[in-house]
């Protein structure tokens, strides 16, 4: 199924856009919140310290002393009153929701809140750490409903401080709980959120949509050029199955035609050796013609002649390679490795080259074309003895029983084609590419693998099935 290469962009840069989206809102918000709250805490801060400056020199043994009884009684003297009324009128028209006053040991000595006067914080481990160390600390949270000075708030923002107080002593005396409203910023953030997201929305889809054009345009461009090359890839699969039939038919007209002179030369090679034997015999028989050189000159004689009539043998059992109609059948893969072989070593450009077989006599017989295979192992073949360029080296062939098929290998060792010509090399590979289609369409498979010193072929076979036959 082809790639389709629009469609994969789009949903990828959708699926980016809104998770950057996402990433930057979260991003920005925490960000712009994280600020707010920092100059709200600013603010309370220096609050706390002009509250502080007004009201320790007249109430410092007030709001510094240790007090104990019941909450009622806390909330009566009027210096809580006195306090009120100045925290409220500096108060007016400010973002200040509350303030609570502690002492040094946590009791709460006023707060804007009078049902909260009298209550302790000493068991509260934060509020003791400022009191301990002197920190400030500040939080933020959402609250539905708040006590403030100007009555009941709903649904506020609000971020609350403890400010210490220090003493001339550096020891902390008090600390000042303000709480500030800080709605109105909460929604300036969100809004300018919501600004900076449809900015980048705007942007992102401008840029998408120049993105999309462009890859639009890139993917028409490479679905043509793919449809190009798909049909030159099968206009020339096309020549190259029918430059192998061509080659296939040339082939085995000349295979063929070696038979069929294999076959008229055997006969009179016959009757030449039949004739030798009578000479040889009467030359034992009668002394007179007997010598000892006529007779080495005729055994030579015998030996080329039989050698001559062995290479008729291997020529006259090559075209017998099937019946001539391209069926598929069983054949043995070793018999038609020797008869190759047979072949091979004809030639004068395998005499520098050592044959070691191997061939396992427990392979199955394979199936196939066998006048495809025999022709394509003699392509391969030749193509590794004419890599040797006529130098020694090893040509290793064995056989074995795989699944479902037979492992044929052929390994050439001896040769260092890092310093061989090039040519050499190109002429194999053509070789091996026009053995390996061969041996496809007959439903086998080659691999070359070129090594520093040589090359290693293998070849998988497919067993014979009848129910393929």
Same mark, same amino acid.
Request: glycine share 8%; aromatic share 8%.
């Given at each position: 199924?082809?790639?389709?290469?629009?469609?994969?962009?789009?949903?990828?840069?959708?699926?980016?856009?809104? =998770?950057?989206?996402?990433?930057?809102?979260?991003?920005?918000?925490?960000?712009?919140?994280?600020?707010?709250?920092?100059?709200?805490?600013?603010?309370?801060?220096?609050?706390?310290?002009?509250? @502080?400056?007004?009201?320790?020199?007249?109430?410092?043994?007030?709001?510094?002393?240790?007090?104990?009884?019941?909450?009622?009684?806390?909330?009566?003297?009027?210096?809580?009153?006195?306090?009120?009324?100045?925290?409220?009128?500096?108060?007016?028209?400010?973002?200040?929701?509350?303030?609570?006053?502690?002492?040094?040991?946590?009791?709460?000595?006023?707060?804007?809140?009078?049902?909260?006067?009298?209550?302790?914080?000493?068991?509260?481990?934060?509020?003791?750490?400022?009191?301990?160390?002197?920190?400030?600390?500040?939080?933020?949270?959402?609250?539905?409903?708040?006590?403030?000075?100007?009555?009941?708030?709903?649904?506020?923002?609000?971020?609350?401080?403890?400010?210490?107080?220090?003493?001339?002593?550096?020891?902390?005396?008090?600390?000042?709980?303000?709480?500030?409203?800080?709605?109105?910023?909460?929604?300036?953030?969100?809004?300018?959120?919501?600004?900076?997201?449809?900015?980048?929305?705007?942007?992102?889809?401008?840029?998408?949509?120049?993105?999309?054009?462009?890859?639009?345009?890139?993917?028409?461009?490479?679905?043509?050029?793919?449809?190009?090359?798909?049909?030159?890839?099968?206009? =020339? @699969?096309?020549?190259?199955?029918?430059?192998?039939?061509?080659?296939?038919?040339?082939?085995? $007209?000349?295979?063929?035609? @070696? !038979?069929?002179?294999?076959?008229?030369?055997?006969?009179?090679?016959?009757?030449?050796?039949?004739?030798?034997?009578?000479?040889?015999?009467?030359?034992?028989?009668?002394?007179?013609?007997?010598?000892?050189?006529?007779?080495?000159?005729?055994?030579?004689?015998?030996?080329?002649?039989?050698?001559?009539?062995?290479? =008729?043998?291997?020529?006259?059992?090559?075209? $017998?390679? $099937?019946?001539?109609?391209?069926?598929?059948?069983?054949?043995?893969?070793?018999?038609?490795?020797?008869?190759?072989?047979?072949?091979?070593?004809?030639?004068?450009?395998?005499?520098?080259?050592?044959?070691?077989?191997?061939?396992?006599?427990?392979?199955?017989?394979?199936?196939?074309?066998?006048?495809?295979?025999?022709?394509?192992?003699?392509?391969?073949?030749?193509?590794?003895?004419?890599?040797?360029?006529?130098?020694?080296?090893?040509?290793?062939?064995?056989?074995?029983?795989?699944?479902?098929?037979?492992?044929?290998?052929?390994?050439?060792?001896?040769?260092?084609? !890092?310093?061989?010509?090039?040519?050499?090399?190109?002429?194999?590979?053509?070789?091996?590419?026009?053995?390996?289609?061969?041996?496809?369409?007959?439903?086998?498979?080659?691999?070359?693998?070129?090594? @520093? $010193?040589?090359?290693?072929?293998?070849?998988? =076979?497919?067993?014979?099935?009848?129910?393929?036959?």
């Amino acid at each position: 199924m082809a790639f389709n290469l629009l469609r994969y962009f789009s949903l990828a840069s959708a699926v980016v856009v809104i =998770l950057s989206c996402i990433a930057l809102g979260f991003i920005y918000r925490s960000f712009a919140v994280a600020e707010s709250i920092r100059v709200s805490e600013r603010h309370n801060v220096e609050l706390a310290r002009s509250f @502080a400056n007004a009201l320790w020199p007249r109430y410092s043994a007030f709001l510094t002393a240790s007090r104990h009884g019941p909450a009622e009684e806390l909330r009566r003297p009027p210096e809580i009153g006195e306090i009120g009324e100045f925290l409220k009128s500096i108060t007016t028209g400010l973002s200040i929701l509350k303030v609570k006053i502690y002492n040094a040991h946590g009791l709460t000595v006023y707060s804007s809140e009078a049902a909260q006067i009298g209550e302790s914080k000493a068991k509260d481990d934060g509020f003791m750490t400022v009191i301990r160390e002197g920190v400030i600390r500040t939080s933020a949270s959402r609250r539905d409903k708040f006590s403030a000075f100007s009555g009941e708030a709903l649904n506020r923002d609000v971020v609350e401080t403890y400010i210490p107080i220090h003493g001339e002593d550096g020891k902390v005396q008090g600390v000042f709980e303000i709480y500030s409203d800080v709605t109105d910023e909460m929604e300036r953030v969100d809004r300018n959120t919501r600004r900076v997201l449809t900015g980048y929305l705007l942007a992102a889809v401008v840029l998408y949509l120049a993105l999309w054009f462009i890859v639009r345009r890139a993917d028409r461009v490479i679905r043509r050029q793919s449809e190009e090359i798909h049909e030159s890839a099968s206009e =020339l @699969a096309r020549q190259l199955r029918n430059q192998l039939v061509t080659e296939q038919t040339r082939m085995k $007209d000349v295979l063929n035609l @070696a !038979g069929g002179i294999a076959h008229e030369i055997s006969n009179p090679f016959t009757s030449l050796t039949a004739e030798l034997d009578v000479i040889e015999r009467r030359c034992r028989e009668d002394e007179a013609v007997s010598n000892r050189w006529l007779t080495e000159r005729l055994g030579r004689l015998q030996a080329a002649i039989g050698r001559i009539s062995s290479v =008729l043998n291997r020529l006259s059992a090559f075209p $017998d390679a $099937d019946e001539g109609d391209g069926k598929t059948r069983a054949f043995d893969i070793n018999q038609l490795v020797g008869s190759v072989l047979d072949i091979i070593r004809i030639s004068d450009r395998s005499r520098q080259i050592e044959f070691r077989t191997s061939l396992s006599p427990d392979v199955p017989p394979v199936q196939g074309t066998r006048s495809q295979v025999m022709l394509s192992l003699f392509v391969v073949m030749t193509a590794l003895v004419d890599s040797a360029e006529g130098r020694p080296h090893d040509l290793e062939i064995a056989t074995g029983a795989g699944d479902d098929g037979v492992d044929l290998t052929l390994d050439l060792n001896g040769r260092n084609l !890092g310093s061989a010509p090039l040519r050499a090399v190109e002429r194999s590979d053509v070789k091996f590419e026009f053995g390996r289609g061969l041996l496809q369409s007959s439903g086998s498979e080659l691999t070359v693998e070129r090594k @520093a $010193d040589g090359f290693r072929v293998g070849v998988r =076979l497919p067993a014979f099935s009848r129910d393929a036959a």
